[in-house]
């Protein structure tokens, strides 16, 4: 027993060095291009999904394989690990670090939160609006290690009310006039009676609430809300991540994937995969929230949604007590915040207008066709962010009340930037620009081995199958539906970083995450084939077999 201890202690080690050695005959025994490409691949997507390794260490063996098999020469494949779409997240990155610093993000969910309210299910409604439009922009990682602190922050303020007074978590303030004259009597005299008690510092009755003894949380009710937001926060962060090129890093995957390979396609940027993906998004937001609601809150959606004031339990007051004094805390809006709410619009509307497909882009400005994408308009505007100082060029007449501890920060340097290289080094993720560059890795061995056109002999084949079971069609109607619906890893801690993010908090178990999350994915397969179908295909053209698609070497073979 103790032998078969310390092998499962060690398997990942085991599985590390057993499997290159166990495929080692494979380029051995046929000593070819294709053959060692192949090793390489296999070895590496055994290491990525065993997670033996890190999978940014993963990623780093085609650096030093494919060298050594003679497939690629070492500048080519450190070439591979360094794309546009690696400068596209860094200066998507500077504008993060910016939205961290000052707390604009901090800023934005607690408005969307007051907006929303504290029933129950506005509450979870709200936090997901605010996840999915934070999470556009900044990875979906980010986004879930930001916004989880605050959510947590009203929860915790649900239970203590509830630990506190959970007798009165059925009870209503109602300031409709719906009482007749002797209970408004009565419930005045009571009223006066309480005023009186305190004034003369005499104790109220103390109460008994219904405490669970064999948990954490008062009542299971609470329960069942901390489940609910908990989980909302990881999907719609996930669901957030599919609207924009650069939200999530299958996103950037297809997007640089798929230029390289049909670099005269032209129909993947910015603007198109926004007015692609943005419907998609909203309905899963809605169907999403509909089916968490469901699973832990019940189907009362009138008792949980009401966005009436007039009848509210104590429980709502005192959180929505709680999210105003966060905010309060917050202060003004400060001159960095608009500063970086600025470039964040001003990002977003350069990226909208360079090439938007239906009408002419400001990229008809030069002459030079071609150079400039939406790397150059996130890396410059990262790049001023490093010049632009963080304190107003011009005096102000209420500077003297606005006076505070950022002053206090930048007294010793008046001219500080708005971020400086410690706040993007704590916010880039280079893990994922590591795997990122690991798969461009793979593709271009495969491309120069010869490894993918072995594979598409292989399919020669299916040249004599009717022209409905061929892949003679419009290579997004495969590309699009893939890159969605592998983001819809939400059944497990481990399929994605904000479900590990969320689980840390301890309000849910697997057994939730898997029952939530496979609703989760069946309304994102549902949704995208629904996109792929009605909307994609006038704006993606998707009905016709494109002239770029056609490939000399392995299309057009079959």
Not at 164 to 169: F, G, K, R
Not at 201 to 230: E, F, G, Q, V
Request: with cysteine; hydrophobic share 45%; charged share 15%.
């Amino acid at each position: 027993m103790d032998l078969i201890k310390k092998l499962w202690t060690a398997r990942k080690l085991i599985l590390v060095v057993m499997i290159p050695l166990s495929l080692l005959p494979l380029p051995l025994i046929h000593p070819c291009s294709e053959s060692s490409c192949a090793y390489v691949l296999i070895v590496t997507a055994v290491y990525w999904v065993s997670e033996a390794v890190p999978l940014g260490a993963a990623a780093l063996v085609p650096a030093f394989l494919y060298p050594l098999f003679g497939v690629l020469k070492s500048s080519e494949v450190a070439s591979e690990y360094f794309k546009d779409t690696t400068l596209l997240l860094i200066g998507v990155i500077c504008l993060a670090a910016s939205i961290e610093k000052w707390n604009l993000h901090k800023r934005i969910a607690l408005q969307m939160v007051m907006i929303a309210g504290a029933k129950p299910g506005m509450l979870v409604l709200g936090f997901m609006c605010c996840t999915v439009f934070l999470s556009m922009w900044l990875s979906n990682t980010s986004t879930t290690a930001m916004v989880m602190p605050i959510a947590e922050a009203v929860l915790q303020q649900l239970i203590c009310t509830g630990i506190a007074d959970s007798l009165e978590d059925s009870l209503t303030i109602d300031t409709q006039d719906e009482e007749s004259d002797k209970e408004e009597n009565q419930e005045s005299s009571k009223n006066h009676l309480e005023l009186l008690d305190r004034k003369h510092n005499i104790p109220a009755p103390p109460r008994k609430p219904k405490i669970r003894r064999d948990s954490l949380y008062p009542t299971n009710r609470d329960h069942m809300i901390c489940k609910c937001l908990s989980l909302s926060i990881t999907y719609a962060a996930t669901i957030g991540g599919l609207i924009t090129i650069t939200g999530t890093s299958t996103n950037l995957i297809f997007a640089e994937q798929f230029n390289n390979r049909y670099p005269e396609a032209k129909v993947i940027n910015f603007g198109t995969w926004f007015i692609f993906s943005l419907p998609i998004a909203l309905i899963m937001l809605m169907l999403t929230w509909i089916w968490l609601h469901f699973l832990f809150l019940g189907c009362n959606f009138r008792e949980t949604c009401s966005l009436s004031k007039k009848r509210k339990t104590r429980r709502e007051i005192l959180s929505e007590k709680r999210i105003h004094e966060e905010y309060q805390k917050l202060g003004p809006i400060s001159y960095p915040e608009v500063v970086t709410g600025i470039f964040f619009v001003l990002m977003t509307v350069l990226w909208f207008t360079r090439e938007p497909g239906f009408v002419p882009g400001w990229t008809l400005l030069f002459e030079k066709k071609g150079y400039r994408t939406d790397a150059t308009v996130s890396v410059l505007l990262g790049f001023l962010l490093f010049l632009i100082p963080a304190r107003k060029p011009w005096p102000s007449a209420f500077s003297s009340e606005s006076k505070g501890d950022d002053d206090d920060e930048e007294e010793e340097d008046p001219l500080a930037p708005m971020i400086t290289w410690k706040d993007f080094q704590r916010l880039m993720p280079w893990e994922i620009v590591i795997l990122v560059g690991g798969g461009y890795a793979l593709a271009a061995g495969c491309k120069v081995s010869g490894l993918s056109m072995w594979i598409g002999r292989q399919l020669e084949p299916m040249s004599g199958l009717p022209p409905w079971a061929t892949l003679h069609i419009n290579p997004l109607h495969t590309l699009i539906p893939a890159t969605m619906c592998v983001s819809f890893g939400v059944m497990l801690p481990v399929g994605n970083p904000p479900n590990a993010i969320v689980f840390s908090y301890g309000h849910v178990q697997i057994s939730d995450m898997v029952k939530a999350g496979f609703g989760v994915n069946l309304i994102g397969v549902f949704v995208v084939m629904l996109a792929i179908m009605t909307w994609g295909e006038p704006l993606f053209h998707l009905s016709e077999f494109p002239t770029w698609a056609l490939m000399p070497n392995v299309t057009g073979s079959l």
